[in-house]
């Protein structure tokens, strides 16, 4: 059985290493705020690990750490961005969200309105706008948007915020 170069090997892991980022990236919702910048250094990270392995064959250890670097930042970071991209405050927002586009589009209208997002949300179960409390007696992100979204009536922080561009285009984001 042949062996493998050191060069195609290291070849073959940035070529993995893009394809991780790619499937990483397109697995978010596109609703989602990506962090497309902290996804593009991290590739580039373990893009340049991969190339010190490309190039820098002099010592043992070098390879050794400059492979845990490629994992790590090839692998590893790519992933748990995505993993991490949805807690369940975020997932109760793309339901509201999406039960906002179908409550608009069913009335044939072409906006995603305020109230269509508080009317979904109520009826999840959540609210709309900050929560009121003594110390912060004004609502906030009730009335416009960016929406305040919340799972439980009750619930303080964390929060999520939806605002709809062109129309139906939902964008979510943790305000």
């Known amino acids: 059985m042949p062996s493998v170069s050191p060069r195609l090997q290291a070849l073959g892991a940035a070529v993995f290493c893009v394809a991780v980022a790619l499937v990483a990236g397109l697995a978010v919702d596109s ?3 990506r962090h497309w910048i902290l996804r593009g250094l991290t590739l580039f990270l373990a893009l ?4 010190l392995l ?3 064959q002099s010592r043992r250890i070098r390879q050794i750490v400059t492979a845990i670097g490629l994992a790590m930042f090839g692998v590893v970071f790519p992933v748990s961005q995505t993993a991490w ?6 997932d109760f927002a793309l339901a509201v969200a999406t039960d906002a586009e179908d409550a608009a589009t069913k009335d044939a209208r072409s906006v995603v309105t305020v109230e269509d997002v508080k009317a979904a949300a109520e009826a999840r179960g959540g609210a709309v706008g900050s ?10 992100g009730a009335d416009e948007f960016p929406v305040i979204v919340r799972a439980k009536p009750d619930q303080g922080r ?6 709809f ?9 943790a305000c």
């Open 31 to 33: 609703r989602l705020d």
């Open 48 to 51: 340049c690990c991969a190339t």
């Open 54 to 56: 490309l190039t820098d």
């Open 85 to 90: 991209s949805t807690p369940p405050e975020i």
């Open 131 to 140: 929560l009121q409390t003594e110390r912060n007696p004004e609502v906030r």
């Open 158 to 163: 964390p929060w999520a915020c939806i605002s």
């Open 165 to 173: 561009t062109n129309g139906l285009n939902a964008e979510i984001r």
